[in-house]
């Protein structure tokens, strides 16, 4: 891939897609706004997210991601009371929400992506949104899903009706995300722990939406948190413990960078946000503080030679 060596502004305002919506390089995540079993275990207060809400809505970050079924609806439902509390939501903030399927049986029709929108706005207090996304549609089958009366008729019908102003498509496997794009009918696609400094998985997929006018928001980029500092706190990468070849990779990376002053969270960051077929980055933005520490890490002067350097130590490792 052709990037920039030039550190990327995080508050650069990029279009979305075809759509004449303008986001922020930078996109807050805020699953981490919600608890989660055995992965987030303790939620922030609501003072915190607050705080966290007040270093958004008056920072150069314009743009921030939830979904349906974060945390069982919460982070969606602190989303609304911040709204709710600052009388709006800025003209040029733009919040993306996920249509899910039905967490307890699974289902994933028509019916089920209308009450998941329907969920949304009450939680969120809107009548309309700027953009849905199909969230995780490897959990149903595609003819399950582009059926009449199936999701994707659904979410044409939303369009149609005004009620959201553009439609993505938010998964994992990149074969699957592309023949999404190829429906022609999504402005953007999300792809998660697949572009990153030791995963390069989604180049297929971020030059095949190009190619269709789609943007492409790339969620992860710490893989997790792998990739967030050094020395690594964990070795679980893509939800699931990570190979030793990626392990050592991480490592040396980590060695490598801290040799010449650079926190690996920074050269993890701004390898997303250096791609210049990636729109916008979606980092987790559980707290005030990882919301300052993202705009530091983003604006961290890395050399050319280093990331040279990523690249030998990725493919020393057998990953590119």
Not at 12 to 34: M, P
Not at 161 to 180: K, S
Not at 230 to 249: G, I, K, Q, S
Request: with cysteine; net charge negative.
């Amino acid at each position: 891939m052709v990037a920039t060596d030039e550190v990327v502004d995080p508050a650069d305002r990029r279009a979305l897609g075809r759509t004449g919506i303008r986001v922020s390089a930078l996109c807050a995540g805020t699953a981490g706004w919600s608890s989660v079993a055995g992965f987030r275990p303790r939620a922030p207060s609501m003072d915190e997210t607050r705080a966290a809400a007040r270093r958004l809505l008056s920072g150069p970050i314009r743009f921030a991601d939830t979904s349906n079924n974060y945390g069982g609806g919460e982070s969606e439902k602190r989303w609304g009371r911040i709204i709710r509390e600052h009388g709006g939501l800025p003209d040029d903030f733009v919040l993306q929400t996920k249509l899910d399927r039905d967490a307890l049986s699974d289902d994933f029709s028509g019916a089920r992506v209308r009450r998941s929108l329907e969920e949304s706005m009450m939680r969120l207090g809107v009548d309309t949104l700027p953009i849905v996304y199909l969230h995780d549609p490897e959990h149903t089958t595609w003819d399950e899903a582009v059926s009449p009366g199936g999701p994707v008729e659904e979410m044409r019908a939303m369009r149609a009706e005004g009620l959201v102003g553009a439609l993505g498509v938010a998964g994992g496997p990149i074969d699957l995300l592309m023949r999404y794009v190829d429906l022609g009918i999504f402005d953007a696609v999300i792809t998660h722990n697949r572009y990153t400094l030791v995963d390069r998985s989604a180049e297929p997929l971020l030059r095949h939406a190009h190619a269709a006018g789609v943007s492409v928001l790339n969620g992860a980029p710490y893989g997790g948190g792998i990739l967030a500092a050094h020395p690594r706190t964990t070795d679980v990468y893509r939800y699931e413990r990570a190979a030793p070849e990626l392990l050592e990779a991480v490592d040396d990376m980590g060695r490598a960078l801290s040799r010449r002053g650079i926190p690996l969270g920074a050269a993890a960051l701004q390898f997303s946000l250096r791609e210049p077929l990636i729109t916008s980055t979606i980092f987790g933005a559980p707290f005030a503080d990882h919301i300052d520490a993202a705009l530091d890490l983003a604006r961290f002067p890395i050399p050319a030679d280093a990331w040279t350097e990523m690249d030998d130590i990725a493919r020393t490792h057998g990953l590119l």
